[in-house]
């Protein structure tokens, strides 16, 4: 038995969506986890796990994500969290015309048992819309355009979305190594 651990409800919806096909539902432990401040997504979900296992006792998994900005040098990284509350919409707009404009989302999920912590990553590569677009999907997903889409993740119904998604990836990942 291995539970999820979020207080994202918009992350908990996608995940238990994510694992709907799977022999059982998905256990869900609704836990506000402190969060490191790194710009090395490894220890930012590393840390998550160890805290959540920690106010848990039980084994677990959770999820981080970074948005790595090309024209950024991969600024925010996985310090997305506290620059789209500070910046919101305004992230399209902080790329000079001209600029590239490629990013990448990656999304880590970390599995933790008391014994053993294991991290799995998924990647998608695309660009920064040059203005937010779509209501749907979490925080700065309206400005995201997967590769080979012409929408961004906000304009995409849920199942569409979370096939081009690095979470999804990353879960998928997971799922195959514990035998889920």
């Known amino acids: 038995m291995v539970y999820f ?9 996608d995940m238990i969506h994510a694992w709907k096909d799977g022999p059982t539902p998905l256990r ?8 490191v401040l790194s ?16 106010l848990a ?17 991969g600024f925010p990284g996985p310090l997305v969290k506290p620059f789209w509350e500070r910046l919101q919409d305004r992230i399209c707009s902080i790329i000079p015309p ?14 933790c048992d008391g014994r053993t912590l294991r991290i799995y990553t998924g990647s998608v590569l695309g660009e920064i819309a040059c203005e937010r677009r779509g209501d ?11 590769a080979g889409h012409a929408r961004t993740l906000g304009q995409m119904h849920r199942d569409e979305r979370l096939r081009c998604s690095a979470r999804t990836e990353a879960l998928r990942a997971f799922r195959s190594d514990i035998g889920l």
């Open 98 to 111: 001209g600029m590239s404009r490629a990013a990448r989302v990656v999304q880590k999920v970390c599995y």
């Open 28 to 35: 869900v432990l609704r836990l506000d986890v402190p969060e």
């Open 136 to 146: 749907g999907g979490i925080h700065w997903e309206p400005m995201f355009i997967p």
């Open 39 to 54: 710009s090395d997504l490894d220890v930012v979900v590393r840390e998550k796990a160890l805290a959540a296992f920690r």
């Open 5 to 13: 651990v979020s207080s994202n409800e918009d992350t908990l919806e």
């Open 57 to 73: 006792l039980v084994p677990l998994f959770v999820e981080h994500g970074g948005l790595f900005i090309e024209h950024l040098n």
